[in-house]
């Protein structure tokens, strides 16, 4: 096994982790504004979904799907498509709470996230994003080559998987305290509408490459 590679793997990851983005995006939004089990849901769906682009790329579907151009623009507007609906909809409420702020307050203890919804919203914001297939298709291609073990590279899927649900599942924790979460609901439009600029954001970069 190779440690070396595994502990470059394990560095250039958690820099990526904390680098802001929709993911961060999605599971702030949710620890202010859900309870703390859909929170750690959308954590566990962000993490699986890393899990399937790091699959996809050890075993080189990532690449094929990068190398064909139709198959690629198919992948990033259905990505930038549901970005931008997320991030419509984050907006979206951030205006209702501003003109009712108490109809919106009881439509959402009356309407909150299933665990199941919270699971998906996390691996859909991940698997559509087609900027994560690009990053684990060069992480991957750089560092993994044909002379690496299989061991190694199920470590290394192993090891990126339980990093990813770590760091989230630490930021849910953390937001969804009771005190934290009563200060942070305040902030709740706030949050809406800088979580709808970023998924808006980085769906019209997409969609820009995509054109350009």
Same mark, same amino acid.
């Given at each position: 096994?190779?440690?070396?590679?595994?502990?470059?793997?394990?560095?250039?990851?958690?820099?990526?982790?904390?680098?802001?983005?929709?993911?961060?995006?999605?599971?702030?939004?949710?620890?202010?504004?859900?309870?703390?089990?859909?929170?750690?849901?959308?954590? %566990?769906?962000?993490?699986?979904?890393?899990?399937?682009?790091?699959? %996809?790329?050890?075993? !080189?579907?990532?690449?094929?799907?990068?190398?064909?151009?139709?198959?690629?623009?198919?992948?990033?507007?259905?990505?930038?498509?549901?970005?931008?609906?997320?991030?419509?909809?984050?907006?979206?409420?951030? %205006?209702?709470?501003?003109?009712?702020?108490?109809?919106?307050?009881?439509?959402?203890?009356?309407? !909150?996230?299933?665990?199941?919804?919270?699971?998906?919203?996390?691996?859909?914001?991940?698997? %559509?994003?087609?900027?994560?297939?690009?990053?684990?298709?060069?992480?991957?291609?750089?560092?993994?080559?044909?002379?690496?073990?299989?061991?190694?590279?199920?470590?290394?899927?192993?090891?990126?998987?339980?990093?990813?649900?770590?760091? #989230?599942? #630490?930021?849910?924790?953390?937001?969804?305290?009771?005190?934290?979460?009563?200060?942070?609901?305040?902030?709740?439009?706030?949050?809406?509408?800088?979580? !709808?600029?970023?998924?808006?954001?980085?769906?019209?970069?997409?969609?820009? !490459?995509?054109?350009?």
């Amino acid at each position: 096994m190779d440690l070396q590679l595994l502990l470059s793997l394990a560095v250039i990851h958690t820099i990526a982790l904390a680098s802001p983005g929709p993911d961060f995006a999605l599971v702030l939004k949710l620890s202010t504004q859900e309870n703390r089990t859909v929170a750690l849901a959308s954590a %566990l769906g962000i993490s699986v979904a890393i899990l399937g682009h790091t699959l %996809l790329s050890l075993t !080189g579907l990532s690449f094929i799907i990068h190398s064909s151009e139709q198959l690629f623009m198919l992948v990033q507007l259905a990505g930038a498509s549901y970005l931008a609906w997320m991030g419509i909809g984050a907006m979206r409420a951030a %205006l209702a709470h501003w003109r009712d702020p108490v109809a919106l307050d009881k439509m959402q203890k009356s309407e !909150g996230l299933s665990i199941k919804n919270g699971f998906l919203q996390g691996l859909y914001t991940n698997l %559509l994003n087609p900027k994560a297939l690009v990053f684990f298709i060069t992480l991957f291609s750089t560092l993994i080559t044909p002379q690496v073990s299989l061991m190694t590279k199920s470590t290394a899927a192993v090891l990126l998987f339980t990093l990813s649900l770590i760091w #989230f599942s #630490f930021i849910a924790m953390v937001l969804t305290k009771p005190k934290v979460q009563i200060k942070l609901k305040k902030a709740s439009p706030v949050i809406n509408l800088i979580t !709808g600029l970023v998924f808006i954001s980085v769906s019209l970069v997409i969609i820009s !490459g995509v054109l350009l």
